[in-house]
């Protein structure tokens, strides 16, 4: 029944479709001749296209779809086909490459400010969390950093209050003990004149050894010399007493003059000369110390220097001493320096700021606040 309609009949149908310039519509026989065809607004019957891809596809898939130029215009066109069963007709239709991409970008484009405004939200929220990560990394630093600052408050005010007692300590044994064993020399002395005993020579003997010292420990528990002389001074007085002591040769250089420090770095300073000292006489077997008292650069510089054995410092861990030396550099906001191995000596750097840091102050304000309010 189909086959006895007009071709024209077919084609004037589908005029209402509205077919583009490249569009395609088509019945074809098996054998490869059109019943009826349209393209765009052209309407053909008879053509021979047996040659057409077409074929080659229907004999693999009675229904499917394949790529080619178009036979009219030569253009890239999307074919789509089906064979009607039990009918000698192969429906084609066909539209070109460039008009479904149109169709295509025509969609991309009405979606396109969808997606903008998604992505930058995406965005703004990325920033707003990059945001708050970064504030709560600065706050979890500053953290750090206040706790760090209150523990070196907490261990300045400690050493404040250990220099305080160990002050009040060397005046009660100068003043109340040693002035004791004084008169007991005393009054041995006198019963040396008039009793022969051998064992009154032995007592003064033992009694000046503990003057003595109890004088050393004097000067070891407190710095007297720097209430009332520089530090350049009381550091001299402080090597005059291990020389007496020990068996060192000193050698001390004061570069620059007097430094211009506060009486607690001053006393931190004499302090870890103090414990250095303390350390080369137990530990080095040295016979040779060089120090160096210098200020350049609005810094201070203390140098200690030995011919001891030294010690490796990957293997030996720090003592009391040192562990002491350092805590009182960090407060200071000094930077230490040890250069020794074994068998090359001891050596020392120390360098502080002439002035207290800025955190130090800040600390201090903050400690005197909490002192008034408690």
């Known amino acids: 029944v189909a086959l006895q309609i007009e071709p024209s009949t077919f084609t004037s149908f589908y005029a209402e479709a509205r077919l583009s310039p490249t569009d395609l519509i088509s019945l074809i026989a098996p054998d490869g001749i059109t019943y009826a065809r349209r393209t ?20 693999q898939h009675p229904d499917s779809f394949y790529f080619a130029p178009d036979a009219i215009h030569n253009i890239p066109t999307w074919f789509s086909y089906r064979k009607l069963k039990e009918y000698p007709i192969i429906a084609t239709v066909g539209s070109a490459e460039t008009e479904l991409l149109a169709v295509h970008a025509g969609r991309q484009g009405r979606m396109m400010t969808p997606r903008i405004i998604i992505s930058l939200l995406v965005v703004l929220f990325s920033v707003l969390i990059s945001f708050i990560l970064l504030y709560r990394l600065r706050a979890s630093i500053r953290r750090r ?3 760090e600052q209150y523990k070196r408050l907490l261990t300045e005010q400690i050493i404040a209050a250990q220099e305080k007692e160990r002050e009040w300590i060397g005046r009660e044994m100068h003043d109340n003990v040693s002035q004791v064993l004084t008169t007991v020399k005393l009054y041995l002395e006198m019963a040396s004149t008039t009793d022969g005993s051998p064992f009154i020579p ?3 003997q033992l009694i000046n050894q503990s003057i003595t010292e109890i004088r050393s420990l004097s000067h070891q528990l407190s710095a007297p010399t720097l209430g009332t002389r520089s530090l350049i001074d009381s550091i001299t007085a ?18 620059g003059g007097e430094p211009q420090l506060p009486m607690d770095r001053k006393l931190a300073l004499y302090r870890i000369l103090q414990e250095l000292f303390n350390n080369i006489v137990k530990h080095s077997g040295a016979t040779k110390v060089e120090v160096t008292l210098a200020q350049q650069d609005h810094q201070v510089l203390l140098s200690v220097k030995d011919n001891g054995k030294g010690f490796d410092k990957k293997r030996k861990s720090r003592g009391i001493g040192l562990n002491n030396i350092y805590s009182r550099a960090n407060i200071m906001g000094g930077r230490i320096v040890l250069d020794t191995a074994p068998g090359k000596g001891f050596g020392f750097q120390l360098t502080i700021p002439m002035l207290p ?4 102050k800040v600390l201090n304000e903050i400690v005197t606040s909490r002192n008034a309010t408690l």
């Open 40 to 59: 765009g607004s052209k309407e053909s019957s008879g053509e021979d296209i047996h040659k057409s891809p077409l074929f080659v596809h229907v004999a």
């Open 145 to 147: 950093e206040e706790q």
């Open 202 to 204: 032995k007592s003064m």
């Open 238 to 255: 402080l090597i005059e007493m291990v020389r007496q002591s020990s068996a060192l040769t000193i050698r001390f250089h004061a570069e």
């Open 357 to 360: 840091s800025p955190q130090t």
